[in-house]
């Protein structure tokens, strides 16, 4: 089994002309968006999804606050907000209610859909998806509030069980969108991460299948290293445990899963202060544990020389769509080499593509 080409393989690498074809196409789709944002004005904006989906805001709610003046930025994940909609919907509050979906038809985005029609109205929404014909894509929004749909390219629609390019693409879609980038900034950035994306796909080690993995990061990649932690989880159906955090908070307890069939994987910020304790944490953990491979990954113009060098000036926050595309790839090795289907490594049905099965409560 583990000669065969899988499509989640083909779909991981058709990122770079995924992101170049796009370049061309997303800034006048960002403009339009920054424009209504703008006009609109809402309370604050909640970047939401479920699973990978969610993930998104973890990378960008913290960076999109910051440069957004006067509007909030938070990352809710629709699992959160259908399960526990009065922690969230306060009376008179407007959100921009930014949904991400691959499918566009899982049970929690049909549930958020739900709760906004029957609640909150009056929220404005962004709908970014990459199918067509899902219901993030095609159902009205009953009003007073507005609402914009993204529609990916339909390459970005993976087959595949895990989310790959559907995961990155929707993620510099909002990016753009949100962030008050420039048109030439914006196609700029695309073209550079597509460049660095091919080398990256060729250049990534090729390490053996470890019991544990580990994946490191803070601010933006804070997200990405918990999206490449689900990533290993995912392929490797479980059998490759795997965990995240950021690069202080794993000394506080976490740092207790390593062992010598671990590898720890550290992405490095390019921000000049952030770089000192990621390299801190790579040495300390070479020392302490020298039987555990620890990997690290980043600009080498920003601090101690990385493992695997990503040198393309831009900033963390749109590098993390690159970064997650070594995760990607050794997840797949890996699933082969545990000769799994790594299209469906469920295949008894216990976990599926499109979460389709949820009951939902009023």
């Not at 000669?3 to 995924?18: C, S, Y």
């Not at 990533?231 to 995240?244: H, I, N, R, S, Y």
Request: overall charge negative; proline content about 6%; glycine content about 8%.
């Amino acid at each position: 089994m583990s000669a065969q080409t899988w499509a989640t393989e083909t779909e991981i690498a058709a990122q770079p002309d995924i992101w170049e074809a796009w370049s061309h196409i997303l800034p006048g789709i960002a403009a339009d968006i920054a424009a209504w944002v703008t006009a609109r004005k809402p309370d604050v904006i909640w970047l939401t999804g479920a699973g990978t989906s969610a993930f998104i805001g973890d990378a960008l709610a913290v960076f999109l606050d910051a440069r957004l003046q006067g509007i909030p930025v938070r990352a809710v994940a629709s699992t959160d907000l259908v399960a526990r909609p009065g922690d969230y919907l306060k009376p008179g509050l407007r959100p921009l209610v930014v949904s991400f979906g691959r499918s566009g038809d899982s049970s929690e985005t049909i549930g958020t859909l739900d709760l906004l029609d029957r609640t909150c109205p009056a929220a404005d929404r962004l709908n970014i998806t990459c199918n067509a014909t899902s219901a993030l894509a095609t159902r009205d929004h009953p009003g007073p509030g507005t609402q914009k749909v993204i529609v990916l390219p339909d390459a970005c629609h993976d087959q595949g069980f895990a989310m790959t390019s559907s995961y990155t693409t929707m993620l510099l879609t909002a990016l753009a969108c949100l962030s008050g980038a420039k048109a030439d900034e914006i196609s700029g950035n695309l073209g550079t991460l597509a460049t660095a994306a091919r080398d990256v796909l060729q250049s990534v080690p090729d390490l053996p299948c470890p019991a544990r993995a580990v994946f490191l990061g803070s601010g933006p990649f804070l997200g990405t290293a918990r999206e490449s932690a689900l990533k290993v989880l995912e392929l490797t159906a479980g059998q490759v445990v795997t965990a995240w955090d950021s690069t202080l908070g794993f000394r506080h307890g976490p740092k207790a899963i390593t062992d010598d069939q671990t590898t720890v994987f550290v992405f490095l910020s390019s921000d000049p202060l952030s770089r000192k304790y990621d390299d801190d944490i790579v040495a300390e953990l070479r020392s302490q544990f020298p039987a555990t491979r620890t990997v690290s990954i980043g600009d080498p113009a920003a601090g101690a020389t990385p493992d695997l060098s990503l040198p393309n000036g831009l900033p963390d926050v749109w590098n993390t769509a690159l970064y997650v595309l070594v995760a990607q790839v050794l997840s797949v090795a890996w699933s082969k080499s545990l000769n799994l289907n790594v299209d469906n490594p469920f295949e008894g049905g216990n976990l599926s593509r499109v979460v389709s099965h949820v009951r939902l409560y009023v």
